[in-house]
Nanobody, 124 residues
């Protein structure tokens, strides 16, 4: 069973930056695509970004392109989400997810393991 632990959330002002981290317990981390999703109150969980097992391929939802960057350090079994120019509409609980497969995908149903989430609140 893969365990994922997110950290780095918090309360910031619009325009600020945050970096989320997700540490994975799995020693085969480098073969797993990773994703970040978010869920705002009253809304469904939505895709934010994903990265392939090697880190060579990244995918983003349109609303975060140019502001967020997903990356990974396979030596540390950790994936990151650097969030710049934050907006109030980015406020949500952010979840890290892992797939058993290598390719980065947007589909929430294709992720096998989930973290508990970390709250990000952006004030205007």
């Amino acid at each position: 069973q893969v365990q994922l632990v997110e950290s780095g959330g918090g309360l910031v002002q619009a325009g600020d930056s945050l970096r989320l981290s997700c540490a994975a317990s799995e020693r085969t981390f480098s073969t797993s695509a990773m994703g970040w999703f978010r869920q705002a109150p009253g809304r469904e969980r939505e895709f934010v970004a994903a990265i392939s097992g090697s880190g060579a391929t990244t995918v983003y939802t349109d609303s975060v392109k140019g502001r967020f960057t997903i990356s990974r350090d396979n030596a540390k079994n950790t994936v990151y989400l650097q969030m710049n120019s934050l907006k109030p509409e980015d406020t949500a609980v952010y979840y890290c997810a892992a797939r058993r497969l290598f390719a980065a995908v947007r589909d929430i149903l294709r992720y096998d393991y989930w973290g508990q989430g970390t709250q990000v609140t952006v004030s205007s």
